[in-house]
């Protein structure tokens, strides 16, 4: 038998490794789909018989403490806040509600092109942190990325549907604009300048969507009749969803629960 | 066949070469550890210039190319001493496989920023950086005056063969590696890593054992094999802290400095258990004749 030699199998290695990673490549890359909206009809709605959705989002169980951010590693971010700056991954509001949970209707809307506001929706980084922390943006609304801050900062949208960008965004540098094609709820913005720097947004085909506050209430308000899934996501706790119907001019509720 | 003479020179170069290739797998490890990666979102330029503000995630992210362009050069230097002194015709082709090996470091690592960190790249670009540490000390093994003056060769016992087995070491070495790499791009779960673990520390133990029990009288391979189960053993600690500490820092707010510690380390010390499984695979080659 011929026996192994040293030069060749050593050589052989690098070419065994790529071999197995060129394999492992195919179906690699970022996904984008996009849906035609073209084709789909104008969104209809009565004003007559629309209705709303409203309920809260409660939070059961021992608040966690979020723990203060390092910002040592840039002097200029750490200057800027009184009172050093905490994560924001849970917030538990006073009346035992969660706040930066998106709600949105989810399915049960006829197949239609929404309008889409002129305004953009707005993404501020102030203090190496940004805000707001989670928003919601309709497919096609321009989406406008500002840096208040005295330092660079890399903007790293995180999207999995839509196509994923890196932009770096020096101080004082123009608003970048971007926008967003494809329906993705949610997907994480984020600074590896500033690693502890995160955003979420969500993506919607239509206008109802809420993202829960200070109170943890939301509303969704113009929707047409009908049977509707809400579902509530949230960046930590994940996803919940419940069904509820609409009835002509009236208002449908529905609850939340999230727990540590 | 010219007999190559002892170049002082090359060799301290090439001892340089390797340290400075271990540096900068630290730093590699570093913007990793730290989710650095794309904190600099251009490249070649560096947020549109050679020297852009050292702050926050981009001192790891530049740090970590300026180092790669120095060994860069360095490796420039070394191919070119090489061909200048060497003698050995496979010393010249090994200066050039060093040389590309580098220039293909540095495009997969520029192609893993443009790209946004897709798994595959960023595998291949740790996995490549280990096999070029290797290289280097390989090369500073061959350069050596010790390697040049001869070996003291032993006869391989039937019962104990150890020239196949200690290659199988180092390719489970690597492919270990490579399982570390694709895990910390988040290609797989660390568990495939961590079950390859045992594996590789139960293969180097038998190729160790295997010198320790039967060519201990060379002192070449003994050396080898104890410096090879040392490096394996502190491996193992530092693969089981660097995952404590990623389980116990899970929630917090990123990068917990212990767990980048540990982490880097494992990265380091990975690259040293690959150079020590792949020299000690050179020195059997070298020391041990087949009957």
Redesign the interface.
Known sequence: MR??T??R??AL??L???L???L??CG???KTETQPQASLPEAQVDPATAGSVTGKVLFTGTA?VM?V??MS??P??ERQHKTPAK?E?VIVNSNGTLRNVYVWIKSGLAPAKWPTPTEPAKLDQNGCMYAPRVQGVMEDQAFEILNSDP??H?V?AECERNA?????Q?PRAEHKFKKFASEEVLFPV???????MRAYVGVSPHPFFFVTGDDGTFVLKGVPPGTYTIEAVHEKYGRKEGKVTVAPSGTASIEFSYGS | MAVNTYNRGLHRWSLVLAFCTLLLVVAGGMVTS?????????WPLS?GKLM??M?????Y?HGHRMIATTVGMFTIVSLVWIWIVEKRQ?MKWLGVAALV?VITQGVLGGLTVL??L???IS??HA??AQ?FFSTTVAIALFTSDWWLRGAKTVTEKATAPI??IS?VA??CV?CQL?LGAAARHK?IGSIYHICGSPIVTSVILWVVLRVLLHYADNRELRLGALTLITITFCQVFLGIAAYMTRIAYA?????MPLMVTFTVFHVAVGALTMAAS?SL??LV?RNVE?A
């Open positions: 026996k192994l040293l030069k199998p050593l290695l690098p065994a490794l790529f197995v990673l060129l492992a490549a690699g890359g970022p966690p723990p951010i390092d590693s840039n200029q971010c994560a991954t330092v660079n890399n790293h994923a960008w890196n932009e770096s020096p984020t600074c590896s300048v500033h690693p502890w | 730290r989710d650095a990666g794309l904190s600099v979102p251009d947020y852009p503000p702050e926050g995630g981009i001192f992210e496979w090996a790209l946004l897709p798994w595959w595998s291949s996995s490549l096999l020239r196949g290659l180092s390719i690597l490579a290609a929630d917090s707010v990123q990068p792949v695979a050179i080659r087949t």
